[in-house]
C-alpha cells in the first residue's frame, strides 16, 4: 500500500497519535491496516532488552532485563583506531538486535568532550570531530547490515548533563558546521542512519527538537537527510512547533500533546500536508525494517563476546612503563581493589545492559598467577582496617596491580564528575601501596580523561582500561602478560589538572545557557596544541611493548587543486621485539589562513599490525575536505589558497614526519565586503575591484587605508573631479 493511500485510511487522531510512542519503546503501528509496531532499544555498548517489554518496572530493574553482550564503552572503542574492528562490534550487536526483534538501536552518540567532568563522556567517542565520524560511520554501517537501524544521537550539542533539558546553546555558524556538526554529517552522508536522535538542549534559543536550522535547514536541506527524526525520551517541548520544524516522532508514549495536533489542523495552526508529511519518514522507515530477513534469528551470544574481548585488547592504553610490563617471569602477584573482583565496566544510564558474561580479574588472573588479594575501598572509601590487608598484601608480594578508577556515583548519565581526581579513598590505599611495595602497576577504569597527578610517581606502569564491559579481564590480563602488545590510543587529551582544562570553572554552565564561541580553537588537542599547553598524555598517545620507525614520507602531489586527492604514504617498520599494531596519524597544518585554525588537525590514520623486524608502506588518502573551513560568508566548506604542511606521527605532539603541498583555488572565503569596510580590506581579500585604483590615480596612503573605502573613494572623486559615470563605474566594481 501506498504512503497516501495508508495516511488517507487514517483519521486526524490516528496521524496525531502516530506523532508520538505508543510506551517507553514502541512507535507507529494500526491492526486494522495491517501495520506493526517499531520497536527501538538502548545502546550503544550492547543492547539492553526485557524479559517482558511491556513490564511497568523502571527502565533499569535487574529482574526483568534479558542478558546481552556488554561491549567496551564508546571511548574506549574510540581508543581501538580501528574501524574495522567497530565495523564487526556494529554487526554482531546488530545481530543481537535481531534475536531480541529489537528494529532499532539507540546509539552511537557522536557528541563531543568539551570537559574531563562531562558525566556522559563514556558514552561519546572522543573530543575530536573527524575520529567520532569514523567510529560511528563504522559502527553504524555495521549495524545497518543487519538489517537493524542506527539511532544517532544527539543533535546537537548536548555536551553537559547539568540543565541538560534546558540550557541554551550558544554557537556561532562556523563552530557549528566546522566541529560539533562534523560527526553527525559524517555519519549521514556515508552511512545513512535509520533515524536520528534530537537533544534535550536549547540551540540559540530553540529547544534542537524544534530549532529549524537544525531539522530542516542543516539536516534536510544542506545534507539530504531522508530519515526520521525522532526526540530524545520527553525532549518535545512545543509540539506543533517540532512537527512543523522537521520532527517525526515524540517519544515515549503516550503523549500528553497529541490532542494538541488534533486542535491544531481543526484550527489551521497545521496543515494536513504539513502533518503527512511529517509522518512519511516513518513510513519509510517501516518500509525499510520490512526489507530485514534477519529478524529473529537465533546466534551464539559466547561469538559476541569473543568480538567483545578483541575490542577490549585494543582499547587498552599503556600510559606509562618503566619496563615493568609485561610480566613474563612473575608468578606471585598482589592484586587490590574492589574492582578486582566487583568490575567496572559500564557507565550507567541508558548504557546500562545484563551482561552475558562478566569476567574479572581476580578469577582470570588466579588462572596464571598465584594472586593475593585485598579489597582495599568499597566505592570511594577506604577503612584501617581495609588498610591493613592492603599493607599485608604490599609487604608480602613483590609486584602489586592495583585497581582503580572512577565509580558509579561519581560518574553515571545525568550528572558531570565533580572532579577528575581519583577518589580520595583509592589514593589512600596507593599511598599505603607505595610505602611497602615498589613495583606497582596501576589499571585505571573510567571513562574519560583522569588526573593521576598524586599517583604517577610512584607508579611503574599505568593502564588505562576504560570501562571494558563485559570481556574486561582476559584483555587486561594478555596485555599484562605480553601475550598481546597493547595497542589503544587516547581518544582524548589527559590534561595535567582540572585547572588547565579550557572550560574550568565554566564547565558545566549553571546558568540558562553556554557559550560554545570559540570551541575550535579551544576545545581538547586543539587547545593544549595551539597554545603549547603542557598536558599529561596528549590525543592520541599510547605505549607499546615495541618500537616502530617511520621514514620514507612520499606525497603523491605537491600541488592540489579542488577535485584532487592527496594520497600520504609512509613506511612503517617494527624494530622492537615484540610483533603489535601501530596507529598511524595524519595532521594537517594551515600555514597561513584567514580564519583562526588549531595549529594541527588529525584529518586520517591507520592502525597496521607488524611482525617484529617487518616493515609496510602505509597509504592514507586525504581529500577537499581534509583542507577546508567552513566558509561563513559563503554558507559552505572552502579551502583557502596557500601552503600546507602534511604531519605524519604516532600522536598529535609526537610528529615523525612532515611536508609541504600547495593548494591552489580561486574561491574566496570572504565576500561580505560593503562600502563601509576599511580599504585594507578590499585590498587583501578583493583586490581586483581596486587594485587599479593607484594606477589611474595615486597612491592611497597607509592611513587612508583604515578608512572605509566609500570615504576613500568620494576624496578621490573630489580631488581628481571625477565624473559622475567614471565615479559610478567606480562603485559597481565593488559589487
Known amino acids: 500500500m501506498k504512503h497516501k493511500d495508508i495516511l488517507n485510511k487514517l483519521t486526524i487522531l490516528e496521524k496525531a497519535n502516530w506523532t508520538s510512542g505508543n510506551d517507553l519503546w514502541h512507535f507507529l503501528g494500526n491492526e486494522k491496516l495491517g501495520i506493526r509496531e517499531i520497536l527501538v532499544a538502548d545502546g550503544p555498548h550492547g543492547v539492553r532488552v526485557y524479559k517482558d517489554i511491556r513490564n511497568k518496572l523502571g527502565f533499569f530493574e535487574e529482574e526483568n532485563l534479558d542478558k546481552s553482550t556488554m561491549f567496551p564503552n564508546e571511548a574506549a572503542m574510540a581508543a581501538t583506531f580501528n574501524p574495522e574492528l567497530i565495523f564487526e562490534v556494529g554487526k554482531v550487536i546488530g545481530n543481537e538486535c535481531n534475536m531480541f526483534n529489537v528494529d532499532v538501536l539507540l546509539g552511537p552518540g557522536v557528541n563531543l568532550k568539551r570537559s574531563p567532568l562531562g558525566g556522559r563522556n563514556f558514552e561519546y567517542y572522543s573530543e575530536d570531530p573527524y575520529l567520532s565520524g569514523k567510529m560511528a560511520t563504522a559502527f553504524i554501517n555495521g549495524l545497518q547490515s543487519t538489517g537493524v537501524g542506527a539511532c544517532v544521537k544527539h543533535f546537537a550539542l548536548n555536551e553537559q548533563e547539568t540543565q541538560r533539558r534546558f540550557v541554551n546553546t550558544i554557537i556561532d555558524e562556523r563552530t557549528l558546521n566546522e566541529f560539533y556538526l562534523l560527526p553527525f554529517e559524517m555519519v549521514v552522508k556515508e552511512a545513512n542512519p535509520y533515524m536520528i536522535m534530537s537533544s534535550y538542549n536549547q540551540v540559540n534559543g530553540h529547544y534542537a527538537g524544534e530549532s529549524r536550522l537544525l531539522l530542516k535547514d ?124 566487583n568490575p567496572r565496566v559500564n557507565g550507567g ?106 599517583i604517577v610517581e610512584d607508579s611503574n606502569a599505568i593502564v588505562e582500561a576504560w570501562f571494558l564491559g563485559g570481556a574486561n579481564a582476559v584483555a587486561l590480563r594478555k596485555v599484562i602478560t605480553g601475550e598481546v602488545n597493547p595497542s589503544g590510543r587516547l581518544s582524548e587529551t589527559f590534561p595535567l589538572n582540572i585547572e588547565n582544562t579550557p572550560n574550568y570553572r565554566n564547565y558545566p554552565s549553571q546558568t540558562d545557557s553556554v557559550n560554545y564561541y570559540g570551541d575550535i580553537l579551544s576545545n581538547g588537542y586543539r587547545h593544549y ?104 560568508d559563503f554558507a559552505e566548506f572552502r579551502v583557502e589558497a596557500g601552503e600546507f604542511i602534511i604531519m605524519v606521527g604516532s600522536n598529535v605532539k609526537d610528529i615523525h614526519l612532515k611536508e ?76
Open 218 to 341: 542543516i539536516l534536510r536541506d544542506k545534507w539530504g537527510y531522508k530519515g526520521a527524526v525522532v526526540s530524545d525520551w520527553g525532549g518535545v517541548q512545543h509540539k506543533i512547533k517540532s512537527i512543523i520544524n522537521g520532527m517525526n516522532i515524540e517519544m515515549p508514549g503516550k503523549s500528553a500533546f497529541n490532542s494538541e495536533v488534533v486542535e491544531a489542523i481543526k484550527d489551521g495552526k497545521l496543515s494536513m500536508e504539513e502533518l503527512d508529511n511529517s509522518l512519511e519518514p516513518l513510513l519509510d522507515l517501516y518500509d525499510k525494517l520490512e526489507l530485514n530477513k534477519n529478524k529473529g534469528l537465533k546466534i551464539d551470544l559466547s561469538v559476541s563476546h569473543s568480538v567483545a574481548k578483541k575490542v577490549a585488547q585494543e582499547a587498552i592504553v599503556l600510559l606509562k612503563n618503566d619496563g615493568i610490563l609485561p610480566l613474563k617471569d612473575t608468578e606471585k602477584i598482589g592484586l587490590i581493589g574492589d574492582f578486582v573482583k
Open 660 to 735: 609541504s603541498i600547495n593548494y591552489l583555488t580561486d574561491l574566496p572565503l570572504r565576500n561580505r565586503l560593503t562600502i563601509d569596510h576599511p580599504f585594507n580590506n578590499w585590498l587583501k581579500y578583493k583586490n581586483h575591484c581596486v587594485n587599479y585604483i593607484e594606477d589611474k590615480y595615486r597612491k592611497i596612503e597607509w592611513y587612508e587605508r583604515e578608512e572605509p573605502i566609500s570615504r576613500v573613494f568620494k576624496r578621490l572623486k573630489k580631488q581628481f573631479d571625477i565624473s559622475e559615470t567614471d565615479y559610478n563605474e567606480m562603485l559597481n566594481k565593488l559589487k
Open 529 to 632: 596544541d595551539t597554545h603549547k599547553y603542557e598536558v599529561r598524555y596528549p590525543f592520541g598517545y599510547g605505549l607499546s611493548y615495541t618500537k616502530f620507525v617511520y621514514s620514507n614520507l612520499r606525497l603523491s602531489k605537491k600541488t592540489l587543486t579542488e577535485l584532487d586527492t592527496l594520497e600520504v604514504t609512509v613506511n612503517i617498520k617494527n624494530i622492537g621485539e615484540y610483533d603489535g599494531h601501530e596507529v598511524v596519524q595524519v595532521y594537517v597544518h594551515d600555514v597561513l589562513s584567514y580564519y583562526p585554525r588549531p595549529l594541527k588537525e588529525l584529518k586520517g590514520f591507520k592502525k597496521v599490525f607488524l611482525k617484529k623486524g617487518k616493515s609496510k608502506d602505509i597509504t592514507i588518502k586525504l581529500d577537499k575536505r581534509s583542507f577546508a573551513i567552513y566558509a561563513v
Open 349 to 454: 544510564g541508558s548504557a546500562t545492559l545484563k551482561p552475558y558474561i562478566l569476567e574479572n580479574s581476580f578469577d582470570e588472573f588466579s588462572k596464571h598467577f598465584e594472586v593475593d588479594y585485598a579489597r582495599g575501598y568499597i566505592e570511594e572509601n577506604t577503612s584501617d582496617e581495609l588498610l591493613v590487608e592492603v599493607m599485608r598484601v604490599a609487604k608480602e608480594n613483590e609486584t602489586v596491580i592495583f585497581f582503580s578508577g572512577t565509580t558509579p556515583s561519581l560518574e553515571t548519565e545525568g550528572k558531570e564528575r565533580i572532579h577528575m581526581s581519583l577518589p580520595k579513598g583509592h589514593i589512600d590505599v596507593f599511598n599505603t601501596i607505595s610505602k611497602y611495595n615498589k613495583n606497582i602497576i596501576v589499571i585505571l577504569n573510567n571513562g574519560s580523561a583522569l588526573d593521576v597527578s598524586e
